[in-house]
């Protein structure tokens, strides 16, 4: 049975949640965050599991902790909540790599897969062909194998059972390691809001590098859609421009707090936004903005042009960074072909940090 007071402080928990979302300085953050938060709790309002909810509970509370030391400055809880609305974790990152795996696939792939080690035999299939763009990825960026080294046995050969389990755990491995480029537009916009002058011959919108369109990858996936849906580059158009507003209302202590004591939950109440707070307000400078949007373009791979119809050709793909990602000296002199001139910059360099220490 639920507390007496649980549905008070369930419409108090969800009003703190989108509060704080609606003060996070990206746009799209705010719409993912108020969707997400929506969702969530649409979904458990009719649950009567008392763990499941209380485990819910808590899982928003960290959240909710996050997007509160974000509003008030923490950089690396910050950076965290973008990873999250970019798609370098969580059901976003899931939504992007979707059609890589599922979609735009031709007629015999979807059919007929992988024939299996033994025959009449499915658990001993090994995991399906990936695309050129994935393969790609996996072997340029994340710097991993498409197939493992598989252990030979001294006296006899490899089961076909354990050899098909070997293929899927390192299959496993590299999609859950591996990182999924945005649509193109979204990379174009980043890149932007880094500090990346519009007309700059370098940036993606000149190269058009990045990755694909969304009206030709995404737009037809009705399911993938409704997971990424604050990627839409049509979608900040319609918000209003952000502005500040304050909330007084501090969250109530949660019901559950005397049940099970020692918890996490003790120590992770959100305080909420007092009236001194409301007069003065943290607001990012443009140069912090810029610099949390060049870590975030750091871990987002560009790749060439990538069309739905063409998805399985048998192309070669390069996959690079962008140019307004901080680079070190030894990636800056990449380019450079005289290797006296790398070897005095870098002695150089050593020379004033000893200096310094």
């Known amino acids: 049975m639920f507390p007496s007071n649980h549905a008070v402080y369930i419409k108090a928990l969800y009003k703190q949640v989108l509060a704080e979302g609606a003060l996070f300085f990206d746009d799209r953050a705010r719409i993912y965050i108020r969707n997400t938060a929506r969702r969530a709790f649409k979904d458990y309002r009719s649950c009567q599991d008392v763990e499941r909810v209380k485990s819910k509970i808590k899982e928003t509370r960290k959240y909710l902790h996050r997007l509160e030391k974000a509003n008030r400055g923490n950089q690396k809880s910050a950076l965290k909540v973008l990873e999250e609305v970019y798609g370098r974790k969580g059901k976003t990152r899931h939504g992007l790599l979707y059609p890589y795996l599922h979609a735009h696939q031709p007629a015999n792939k979807t059919i007929n897969g992988p024939e299996p080690f033994v025959a009449h035999v499915p658990r001993t299939a090994p995991p399906p062909a990936l695309c050129p763009p994935l393969c790609s990825l996996i072997t340029q960026h994340l710097g991993k194998k498409l197939e493992p080294e598989l252990p030979i046995p001294p006296y006899k050969p490899l089961h076909p059972g354990r050899k098909a389990n070997l293929l899927w755990r390192h299959r496993s491995m590299l999609l859950e390691r591996v990182s999924v480029p945005l649509p193109f537009e979204i990379v174009c916009e980043l890149e932007y809001k880094a500090g990346a002058p519009m007309t700059h011959p370098l940036t993606c919108s000149k190269l058009v590098t990045g990755g694909p369109r969304w009206d030709d990858f995404y737009s037809g996936l009705t399911s993938v859609v409704n997971m990424i849906l604050h990627l839409q580059p049509t979608i900040t158009s319609k918000m209003k421009p952000w502005a500040p507003f304050a909330r007084k209302q ?66 070669s793909y390069t996959i690079t960074k962008s140019q307004w990602v901080p680079q070190g000296v030894t990636k800056v002199l990449d380019d450079i072909p005289s290797s006296q001139v790398i070897e005095t910059t870098l002695l150089s360099t050593k020379k004033k940090h000893i200096r310094r220490s």
């Open 250 to 315: 501090v969250l109530l202590k949660s019901p559950y707090e005397n049940k099970c004591p020692g918890s996490l939950l003790e120590y992770l109440e959100p305080v909420g936004i007092s009236e001194k707070d409301n007069t003065n307000l943290f607001r990012y400078t443009n140069r912090q903005i810029h610099r949390l949007y060049k870590k975030l373009l750091q871990q987002i791979p560009l790749i060439n042009a990538i069309y739905s119809d063409q998805l399985w050709e048998q192309r």
